[in-house]
């Protein structure tokens, strides 16, 4: 859970997808390839959505911005999320599945790596299973001596 946890937590809280997303689908390098800090140039604005002051009921007018994805109220599907919303989403969501994955394949690599238990533990405890085959074969061979003796060792032949 804990790690499901912090891959929602970087996915949600940190800027690093949307600048990702921006940059590679958005920004003016998009479709170019590569990224460079002139690949973040209009970001910020990109980023931030319109609102306007005058919908709180007072006489202001002009707009505020505030970070999300939606379009401004000149637009006919005014407020609603953008087409760069889902991206965004998607990537993180993506990111999520990717980090979860990678850190539970980090942590079975590692757990591979370590043995559960010291080698000389091992050695052991091989040694003593070794120890208790030989004297069960000697106690059955010491069984199977006293019972020839104990029969006078007469053996029957079948015709």
């Given at each position: ?49 319109y609102f ?41 969501l993506a ?65």
């Amino acid at each position: 859970m804990a790690v499901i946890t912090n891959a929602f937590v970087i996915a949600i809280t940190s800027d690093y997808i949307p600048r990702f997303v921006y940059t590679y689908k958005y920004g003016p390098c998009a479709n170019q390839g590569y990224s460079d800090d002139k690949c973040l140039t209009g970001y910020v604005s990109e980023s931030l959505a319109y609102f306007n002051k005058s919908e709180f009921g007072t006489h202001d007018t002009g707009y505020c911005r505030y970070r999300d994805y939606r379009a401004p109220p000149w637009d006919p599907n005014r407020y609603e999320v953008t087409l760069q919303f889902w991206h965004v989403l998607a990537a993180r969501l993506a990111f999520i599945i990717v980090f979860e994955h990678f850190v539970f394949g980090f942590k079975a690599f590692i757990a591979y790596l370590i043995p559960d238990m010291p080698k000389d533990l091992c050695d052991r405890m091989r040694r003593e299973k070794y120890l208790v085959q030989e004297m069960m074969y000697e106690a059955e061979l010491e069984h199977l001596q006293k019972e020839r003796k104990r029969s006078g060792s007469r053996y029957h032949e079948w015709p």
